[in-house]
């Protein structure tokens, strides 16, 4: 027998514990014991008025070189018939070494949202040898779905290349009560740009035009109700490139998965290339003064209940260029 451990994240992001070390399992059942007065231990009463609570307890070894990281979900594992063992696609590969490792656990395996959950997959890869691939789920020895509780990291001077990590599980329903308040980040289609009038000499900026989907995972399809967005923009560069402005829209939620939207935001404050400005007459226009640059932007799903999570990317999907 061959074991696999893998925790996935929102059915977005896979850790495999290849180096697993030790696995504990703590099933708790609390009673509550009523002794009665003059009376020995046979005769207390016993009531089972609390549920059970399962936790896990997982310790294994970091190591450089590591192939532990991928972005994919359950479905995405593939079976290697060379290796025997089931198989991440889109590995990130820049996140083989130790450090990277913790800090890519710290910042994007951890929960850090309401509507996060995870599940945990213990794979027996060769009991379904023969037809693997048929018998993923089949393959599934144990599965635990919840919340991690911590992660802890540690090393030594005398082994200071590998590092020990143990994290603890919790068995459960993920309650998302407050889901309907928050929208995950979105993720941009495409990059943003400018709406403009004119054309050359005569550009002028208008807007803003958006093309962007929602989070897709949410557990137990438990989707928030989009009612709109909100913008927040500023300039990349020079003057009023600190502070952001704020715009909000409203619109009708797209309620057919991958649930994306094309949104142009109207905006009467973009400073455009062929900008002018007046003379102290204020009757001629001097020399054009235009800003050619780009702008910066967040972005945020709204529900009924308020704004949801700021768009995470900080590239070329978050800067507005002209068209």
Known sequence: MVYQVFI??????????????????????????????????????????EGNTTTMSLNWTLTNASTSIAECG????????????????????????????????????????????????ILDSEKYYLNALANKGTAKIYEKMGLIQDFQFNTDSSSPVNWQATMNFIEGSVVTSMSENSHQPPTMTSNPKFTVT???????????????????????????????????????????????????????????APYNYTKTIVIGDLE?????????????QSTPYGYSGT????????????????LKDDGAATTVTDP
């Open 8 to 49: 996935i994240k929102n059915n977005t992001i896979c850790y495999e514990l290849e180096s697993f070390n030790s696995i504990s399992i703590n099933k708790q059942t609390p009673v509550s014991p009523m002794p009665l007065p003059e009376e020995d231990s046979e005769e207390n009463v016993l009531m089972k008025i």
């Open 74 to 121: 359950f479905e995405d594992l593939i079976y290697s018939f060379a290796t025997k063992r089931y198989m991440k696609t889109n590995i990130l590969t820049d996140q083989s070494g130790v450090f990277d490792q913790v800090s890519y656990i710290e910042k994007n395996l951890a929960p850090n949202s309401l509507n996060d959950y995870f599940v945990l997959y």
């Open 198 to 256: 004119g054309n050359n000499n005569t550009l002028q900026r208008t807007g803003i035009i958006l093309n962007f989907k929602e989070f897709q995972n949410y557990v137990n399809d438990d989707r928030p109700d989009t009612t709109g967005l909100t913008l927040r923009y500023k300039k990349s560069t020079g003057s009023n490139s600190v502070f952001w402005t704020e715009e909000a829209i409203t619109f009708t939620a797209n309620t057919t």
């Open 272 to 284: 455009s290339p062929n900008d002018a400005t007046w003379n102290t007459a204020h009757t001629v």
């Open 295 to 310: 702008y910066e932007i967040q972005l945020a799903i709204n529900t009924i209940g308020g704004r949801g999570e700021w």
